[in-house]
């Protein structure tokens, strides 16, 4: 079967030999976004475990969802992480930490309900006591449902650490529809980031002669395509439009698990949103939802690549800039890092010193180790276009 044809719940669980020379897999093994999705997670976990299911969510998520798991299973015990001083929840050592103490000893199975924060504190969780675990997810936000690291803080260092993928991944439609809406247009931001990852993968591929699976890009520009269709639509919260980009995200998502590497999914403009997070924690500031920061860092790129487009050493994928920018508005996305509270002087250090925070090859990896100068004048000129010059 052509895995660029199969609808996403037939993915699931899916493994094929590919034309790249890999064995790529689908770890995650059932996926179900509908409005019948609470009893679905139910019976599933049902079908998994006789015994004790630990269900963790948050204040939040505990009145969306939680306190119906908890009637629907009676042999589970819930965990709801609080908020601590108004300060939003983090994937931290210290959150991962106090749910450890609190798992009592017999549970068997776990079971998450949330969006990123929640997914990855579980992940991590389950991952160490060495049993599965379900997510339920509550908004289309980030495309780590699927993934088997985790984002976590560690003393207030960003870390990719490894983790598990969930056995599956449930979403109630409706609920999806009304989610926030700033996670709902970081989910977009997030698909749209994809576009500029394989813009780099490519440049990898041509410049370095990097492995490359064709089948994979297609499968993630089919992510991307189902989204960017849905744009206009998603001020609307039209029920389509949101459940293309929760299947965009879950899809863009597991490829980065078929190809046991985040090279399908993120570049160098999630590079550049990595250094905003580090220097926001750092400082104690919170940062923005991941999701909108990476479609600004997209747009970011997309500059940088059109201001060095002659000085690269091999033809690059020609994207739009301006026409990015316009989709993720008419989602209603923000487009600016004003927007975000990224000041001047961080703009410029994250182009600069993106690189600095993966080992992946990247433009920014190109120019700061080839062309520093150019790359230097161009972070400066990016710079311009959203500020004034400092004096
Ligand atoms: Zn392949
Ligand atoms: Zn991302």
């Known amino acids: 079967m052509d895995v660029t044809k199969m609808e996403i719940s037939k993915l699931a669980g899916y493994t094929y030999n590919c034309n790249c020379k890999n064995t790529h897999s689908v770890d995650v093994k059932k996926i179900v976004i509908n409005k019948n999705a609470i009893d679905e997670t139910v019976s599933y976990i049902n079908g998994q475990t006789s015994k004790t299911v630990m269900i963790i969510c948050d204040d939040t998520t505990y ?66 006591m060495d049993k599965p675990y379900v997510v339920f997810g509550t908004a289309p936000s980030m495309d780590g449902y699927a993934s088997s690291t985790s984002s976590l803080i560690i003393n207030n260092v960003k870390e990719s650490i490894q983790g598990q993928c969930p056995i599956g991944i449930f979403a109630d439609s409706q609920m999806l529809q009304e989610a926030p809406y700033d996670m709902i247009t970081a989910g977009f931001g997030d698909v749209i980031g994809k576009y500029n990852a394989i813009r780099e993968w490519q440049f990898g591929r041509d410049y370095k002669n990097e492995h490359y699976c064709e089948q994979i890009v297609e499968v993630v520009m089919k992510a991307v395509k189902k989204c960017e269709s849905s744009a206009s639509l998603l001020k609307k919260r039209d029920p389509q439009a949101v459940i293309n980009i929760m299947e965009g995200l879950i899809l863009a998502g597991m490829t980065m698990g078929m190809y046991q590497n985040t090279r399908p999914a993120s570049g160098a403009e999630h590079h550049i949103v990595h250094y905003w997070d580090v220097d926001c924690i750092k400082r104690g500031v919170e940062h923005p939802l991941h999701g909108n920061s990476v479609g600004v860092g997209t747009i970011i790129i997309c500059h940088l690549y059109d201001l060095v487009k002659d ?15 316009d989709t993720l508005a008419k989602a209603g996305c923000k487009i600016s890092p004003v927007d975000l ?34 790359l230097e004048i161009a972070a400066e000129q990016i710079c311009d276009l959203y500020y004034e010059k400092e004096r």
């Open 63 to 128: 009145k969306l969802a939680g306190q119906q798991f908890e009637k629907l299973l009676p042999s589970s015990q819930i965990y709801i992480i609080h908020e601590r001083n108004h300060v939003h929840i983090a994937p931290n050592e210290s959150y991962v930490g106090e749910v450890l103490i609190k798992i009592p000893k017999n549970v068997d199975f776990f079971l998450a309900v949330g969006s990123g924060v929640i997914n990855d504190i579980t992940r991590q969780v389950s991952y160490m």
């Open 311 to 325: 000085k690269l050493p091999v033809p690059v994928m020609e994207l739009d800039g301006k026409e990015i920018s």
């Open 341 to 374: 509270q990224i000041s001047r002087d961080l703009l410029k250090r994250s182009i600069v010193n993106g690189h600095t925070m993966s080992s992946k090859f990247t433009i920014l990896t190109y120019l700061a180790n080839e062309k520093p100068e150019v």
